[in-house]
């Protein structure tokens, strides 16, 4: 729920033009544009949706895969490669920390989330 409400409160800074365009707006520090805005809202859209689903591995493939590429945009920006495209600037930008543990709970919850599916498929038989 909250990279959905963070999607959709950027909006209120960045507006609806100049998508990929360094807007130097934040929110609570981190750095928004309005493709940085639309990314963060369909992730939350994407979550969301997959609880509602119930299917443990679904759910479980979609943290690990969210938590990859929360990583590599952990990596892309501390490289300073994410400028120009969702406008965060610098390496030492709060965005990229932000990434950085966001993908190491997702994918920490992911696998958790299959240890736990496994125990209950052996605790109620096939």
Do not use: C, K
Not at 57 to 62: A, C, E, F, H, M
């Amino acid at each position: 729920i909250a990279y959905l409400a963070a999607g959709l409160l950027g909006f209120a800074f960045t507006g609806f033009t100049g998508w990929v365009i360094d807007t130097r707006e934040d929110m609570l520090g981190f750095d928004l544009n309005g493709f940085h805005n639309i990314v963060h809202f369909g992730i939350g859209a994407i979550l969301i949706g997959v609880s509602l689903i119930r299917e443990p591995t679904i759910t479980q493939g979609v943290l690990i895969g969210g938590g990859l590429v929360y990583l590599l945009a952990a990596a892309l920006g501390f490289t300073n490669n994410l400028s120009s495209l969702l406008s965060i600037d610098g390496t030492f930008a709060s965005d990229n920390f932000l990434h950085l543990a966001s993908g190491s709970a997702a994918i920490l919850l992911g696998l958790l989330g299959g240890d736990v599916a496994r125990r209950r498929v052996t605790a109620t038989g096939p």
